[in-house]
């Protein structure tokens, strides 16, 4: 104790004399003029100085600064005076913990030259002099008198204790940073993240990209779960301001907000096979491990039955230390590195872990508990996967990656990007691919080349074959497959047989691991010897070199090397040629339809592109989707018809698509109901799913339909909805569309109505004339600021850079008189029409409708949950009134999830009529979240008379609500044993 005293005086002195006054002071006022914009200096250095550093009043007393400390030097030297970099971060500590203004939002401080901080000034912040005056106030109270010297150090060696700028830890903390970077480099390296995922079958003919060589940032959409939807009507069908602001962000802008953020993030990434999902994390890993954190990559279906505990202490700690043995202390060494909130677990393709699709989630979110829940998690999954239910992953933020072309660009099209990027030292054969491309009759194979797989597959196939295009998805993989053989036939040659051969050996391998429960994507040495005969397995060795195999690890019980294709979807084109007869599909497989069961849609969609059997197999199959019986109640009637649509997409040629398409257009769109006089629409599942079905089938029967749909009919908002959606989502530009939406907009009834649809217009034609003639005349003749911010928000979207539209926003902003409200719609409105508007580098940190958290809201612990189940259920039991029995239930099942009497409260609740839609759908919700699985064939034995009703044209909430539990239900369970609760007495 006695040597306390000479180790605080080793410590760096913090001084609070004039000195560092006036430093501190200075950049308090530099930061102060330059945010009120202010700052008397060089206008051509101030205006390349405003794209580096970003301010945002968030209020008239808090401005939050974000910068890098250089700029802040710079700033500095704009208003006469000199700093150093290290008296700026002097100065920037004394306001943190000496004048206690100043909030620091970085999520790593150490080491960090980027600065993310709000300042609390005392006055408002026009008030220069006052702010200034309280600033010399304040650093006089708080400055110790030398009496109080050594107790002042002993209290800021206490705070450098825990500091980011205590130099000594810093230093030993450096280091042990510096060796987990080394770790997280070298085993993303060894993984191969900077390589692009087509390079194993095209290396070995010198083709092989660096991620960014061809890297197109594709943008992200935040999910709306189709489980979600409030409403009975589609989201495609919600007014047009709706369906603009469903926020496209850049990729660019979501890693910069994850590299921002000081709260743990829960994020998901979900597509379509091959749509780019696993190349979108390799980018993050890339970024993450640019900005010192600590990315650790983990492919799911390496696991094989192992945890994410596990795995981390064993094979991934031990493959990047390179020790045999790991010791307990460097266990806990890493335990302790995911404390810090540094560490990112990248978990790739839940959907191709070796474990039945509706375990997959609930098997991951058991596991991230304990120390590994600390680590920040963004994981990605197939969207068929995570939508086909209950997901006890559903509090994760999650996101769509968009296609190439799914939403509009002012760039160059992403398609014609890509090819450039590909063909980069074949400039010609490049330009001919993408001429070819736009062809009319090239329509259906556009659609395939949306996905990035798909458009890479047809780029290679082009260097080789020059000029020969497939019609299909299952064509593309076809003559893939045909051109590869070619392609290696130097170095590894194959005769006609023996390809034929192997092909078929890859189809008994692939058909038979999607067969089983453990085994899918991943498949061990000895299921290969089990599955394959003995003449089989010798041509094992061609697959491997080919690159239709490769190994992927050693399995941690066995110790056997794991095997896996070089992409999930080779390996389903591969099983949908082993299957020989379309009955297969319809078999009864432990209680369980491959036609229900989300593992087997793509292959289902392969097996009917397939160019080797005859129409009339296909057409049976179809027919016999669209004839199919549940007998309870129609849900996986309407599951199978839909998937029969999808199936067009690769059998164009089925003799009632016409009809098909039909169904689904009425499904979507409801009809008249001439008894009641009026339009009925369908339950939300069914236009959900029917919507879905008319995007994925074949999209030249689907305009045709349209156009003829929407000819025939006489109900305005009908045809507005069917026009906007033939000319935005399925023919850009189409003139049906266009000649409709400008007779409804000579007939519109009313300003509103009027707007809305030369919104529609503008989009569905691009600038079209007659649409900004009418938004202009609005913008001007309105009164009301609401209507003029929504004339001038529409206007601007159909017309980028109208000047009309831009500047009345501007007006709204800065005019005193526009409501507080208005305003910050207003500030959203212009952030996406004009993102790089000056007012955003003067006056905003970041776009408003840019600065969306991204992170999980943190919900607080409940403080003692066993003494409120006690409560609950006693207030459950004596309460008389069914109001106050639904309340308590619902937080029954929150902390005790499947408590019978909460689930028997909340049906009984259910079958009270005429209650509002929200009651409904709350105690639906409730339900939703608290049902176990054994649990839900009482709810359908229990409710099956309202999806009766619905089915006879009841349209009242309490049956629509209910009817979207019983779909819920379906997704849920078997269709064997929903038949038999269903026809359960």
Not at 1 to 6: A, R
Not at 518 to 536: G, P, W
């Amino acid at each position: 104790m006695g040597d306390s005293p000479n180790f605080v005086e080793k410590m760096p002195r913090i001084s609070y004399g004039p000195q560092a006054k006036n430093r501190t002071k200075q950049l308090l006022t530099a930061l102060l003029d330059y945010a009120n914009d202010e700052l008397d200096c060089d206008e051509i250095a101030l205006e390349r100085l405003q794209r580096e550093i970003k301010t945002d009043w968030k209020d008239e007393r808090q401005l939050i600064v974000q910068t890098k400390l250089r700029f802040l030097e710079a700033l500095i030297k704009l208003t006469g005076n000199a700093l150093t970099v290290p008296q700026i971060k002097e100065a920037l500590n004394r306001l943190t913990d000496f004048l206690e203004i100043l909030e620091d939002h970085r999520p790593v401080r150490r080491g960090s030259e980027t600065w993310h901080f709000t300042l609390k000034f005392w006055h408002k912040r026009r008030d220069r002099t006052a702010i200034l005056h309280q600033f010399n106030q304040e650093w006089e109270q708080r400055r110790p008198q030398k009496s109080k010297q050594v107790a002042g150090d002993q209290k800021l060696f206490k705070k450098l204790e825990n500091s980011q700028d205590y130099c000594v830890q810093e230093d030993v903390n450096n280091e042990d940073c510096n060796s987990w970077l080394k770790y997280c480099r070298e085993s993303l390296q060894t993984q191969q993240i900077e390589r692009l995922t087509t390079n194993p079958l095209t290396v070995s003919d010198g083709v092989k990209f660096e991620l960014q060589e061809v890297y197109i940032p594709l943008g992200l959409v935040k999910w709306r779960s189709q489980n979600k939807l409030q409403s009975d009507q589609s989201c495609e069908f919600n007014d047009a301001e709706d369906i603009e602001t469903q926020d496209i962000i850049n990729p660019e802008l979501f890693l910069q907000q994850l590299l921002t953020s000081k709260d743990p993030q829960r994020l998901a990434i979900i597509g379509e096979p091959g749509s780019g999902k696993t190349t979108v994390l390799q980018r993050i890993a890339n970024e993450l491990l640019e900005h010192n954190f600590f990315p650790i990559w983990i492919s799911l279906a390496d696991l094989q039955g192992e945890t994410l505990e596990q795995y981390l202490l064993k094979d991934w700690l031990k493959a990047a230390t390179r020790k045999v043995i790991i010791s307990p202390e460097r266990q806990q060494e890493f335990a302790e590195l995911f404390q810090q909130k540094r560490v990112w677990l990248l978990l790739d393709a839940i959907d191709e872990m070796g474990i039945e699709s509706s375990v997959a989630l609930s098997s991951v979110a058991r596991q991230l508990r304990g120390w590994i829940a600390d680590a920040n998690i963004i994981l990605t999954c197939r969207i068929n996967l995570w939508e086909m239910g209950k997901n006890p992953l559903e509090d994760f933020v999650t996101y769509r990656n968009l296609s190439f072309c799914d939403h509009d660009s002012k760039s160059l099209n992403q398609i014609e990007q890509f090819i450039k990027k590909w063909f980069q030292h074949q400039p010609q054969l490049g330009a001919h691919l993408f001429t070819e491309l736009e062809k009319p009759e090239r329509q259906r194979i556009q659609d395939t080349v949306k996905n990035p797989l798909c458009l890479a597959l047809l780029c290679r196939i082009w260097t080789v074959m020059q000029g020969s295009f497939p019609s299909t998805k299952t064509a593309l993989y076809n003559q893939f497959v045909k051109t590869l053989y070619e392609w290696k036939q130097d170095r590894f040659p194959t005769t006609l047989a023996q390809r034929q051969r192997l092909n078929q050996v890859l189809g008994k391998l692939a058909l038979n691991a999607f067969s089983q429960v453990e085994m899918k994507f991943r498949f061990s040495q000895s299921f290969i010897e089990t599955v394959l005969d003995t003449d089989e397995i010798n041509l094992f060795s061609f697959a491997l070199q080919l690159g239709w195999l490769h190994p992927v690890g050693i399995s941690a019980t066995t110790g056997e090397r794991i095997y896996g294709f070089y992409h999930s979807t080779f390996q389903e084109y591969f099983a949908a040629q082993a299957i020989t007869n379309w009955k297969f599909f319809l078999d009864k497989v432990d209680s369980h339809y491959h036609i229900f069961a989300n593992q087997w849609q793509e292959i289902i969609l392969l097996w009917l592109g397939r160019l080797d059997l005859e129409n009339s197999e296909k057409e049976e199959f179809i027919q016999a989707l669209v004839n199919f019986d549940d007998d309870c109640g129609q849900f996986y009637q309407y599951q199978a018809y839909c998937l029969a649509a999808s199936g067009l997409s690769e059998f164009s040629e089925f003799s009632q698509a016409d009809q098909i398409i039909g169904q689904l257009i009425h499904w979507c769109y409801g009809e008249f109901n001439p008894t009641q006089q009026k339009w009925l629409t369908f339950p939300a599942p069914i236009l959900e799913r029917a919507r879905i079905a008319l995007f994925s089938t074949d999209r030249p029967r689907v305009i045709k339909q349209l156009e003829k749909h929407i000819q025939s009919l006489n109900h305005s908002r009908i045809c507005w909805l069917i026009a906007y959606s033939l000319g935005k989502n399925f023919a850009r530009g189409n003139k049906v569309a266009e000649n409709t939406l400008i007779k409804l907009l000579e007939t519109a009834p009313d300003e509103i109505t009027k707007m809305e649809i030369a919104c529609s217009l503008g989009q569905v034609s691009i600038s079209h004339p007659l649409a900004i003639k009418t938004l202009t005349e609005i913008l001007h003749s309105a009164s009301q600021d609401s209507l003029r911010r929504k004339a001038a928000y529409r206007l601007g979207k159909i017309d980028p850079e109208n000047t009309t539209a831009i500047n009345t926003l501007v007006y709204l902003i800065q005019s005193p008189s526009t409501p507080q409200k208005i305003r910050s719609r207003v500030i959203k409105d212009l952030s996406q029409i004009e993102p790089e508007h000056s007012l955003f580098k003067t006056q905003f940190i970041l776009n408003p409708g840019q600065t969306k958290s991204t992170h999980l809201q943190t919900q607080k612990p409940q403080k003692n949950p066993d003494k409120a189940l006690i409560i609950l259920k006693q207030k459950l039991a004596t309460t008389p009134k069914i109001k106050s029995q639904r309340k308590y239930a619902i937080s029954l099942l929150k902390l005790q999830p499947g408590y019978p009497k909460a689930i028997s409260v909340l049906i009984k609740s259910l079958q009270i009529p005429e209650q509002t839609q929200r009651t409904y759908r709350t105690t639906i919700e409730a339900l939703k979240l608290g049902l176990l699985e054994e649990q839900l064939p009482f709810i359908v034995t229990s409710l099956k008379e309202y999806a009766i009703a619905v089915n006879q044209g009841n349209r009242s909430p309490q049956a629509l609500e209910i009817y979207k539990l019983l779909w819920y239900a379906a997704q849920q369970m078997s269709y064997a044993d929903f038949y038999a609760a269903w026809h359960q007495v």
